[in-house]
């Protein structure tokens, strides 16, 4: 089954930095949304790009989708302690109401 | 900005214990789900509401779980016996339509089974 999957990162990187983090998967998707969870809380919902958008800004978030080779990009500019956190991002595919979770990157911005 | 509350925060139960988690979706939400992380795994889905049945189910939700929204504005999970494999993190989501939008997630029900 489709699944959302992360490059297998921890990320460390000093307060003003950017992030960057990458999502792919397998089969055709109907969206791909990023998520935020802080340790040990519940996920928040960060931004949300739909199969036939390449790219989205939200803030200081900006996520491209790439449909051809099945991927995502989040990338956080100017990062703030306050961006420690993991990051997931999830695939909602076409005629199934249900979100398929990678498995998230940890973040750590030192300040 | 609206809030999907879940109760308790922490549960701890003994195997084979029925446990019931609770929620409350954001109010003018259509559906309802339940999704799980055990610890330092993915967070994976169990279970979609709407209009008060079932819409889709994952292996996962076998014949020990059901979900059951009893009075338009709780949503409940619940596991029937207990087992130590089911120790994760639940986490309650709402959606206004289905596709193309986010889903507002609770801050998660702890279940501790020992």
């Known amino acids: 089954s489709q699944q959302g999957e992360e490059d297998p990162q921890a990320l460390s990187i000093q307060e003003g930095e950017n992030a960057t983090m990458n999502c792919s998967y397998k089969?055709?998707?109907?969206?791909l949304q990023w998520y935020r969870q802080n340790s040990g809380r519940g996920l928040v919902h960060l931004i949300l790009?739909?199969?036939?958008?390449r790219e989205k800004h939200s803030g200081r978030l900006r996520v491209t989708l790439d449909t051809s080779k099945k991927s995502s990009s989040l990338l956080i500019t100017a990062s703030r302690a306050a961006d420690t956190a993991s990051y997931f991002c999830a695939t909602d595919f076409y005629g199934n109401n249900r979100l398929a979770f990678g498995k998230g990157n940890q973040v750590v911005v030192i300040p | 900005e609206p809030e999907v509350t879940q109760t308790p925060s922490h549960q701890v139960t003994q195997m084979g214990q029925e446990v019931i988690l609770r929620c409350v979706p954001i109010s003018n939400h259509l559906y309802f789900y339940w999704y799980r992380q055990i610890l330092g795994q993915k967070v994976e889905f169990l279970v979609s509401f709407y209009n008060n049945e079932i819409s889709e189910k994952s292996e996962i939700f076998d014949d020990q779980f059901s979900v059951e929204r009893p009075d338009g504005s709780n949503f409940t999970l619940k596991i029937r016996s207990t087992k130590l494999e089911d120790s994760a993190m639940y986490f309650c989501?709402?959606?206004?339509?289905?596709?193309?939008?986010?889903?507002?997630f609770g801050s998660g029900t702890r279940l501790t089974v020992v």
């Open positions: 089969t055709s998707i109907n969206n």
């Open positions: 989501a709402s959606s206004e339509l289905v596709s193309n939008y986010g889903y507002t």
């Open positions: 790009i739909r199969s036939n958008e």
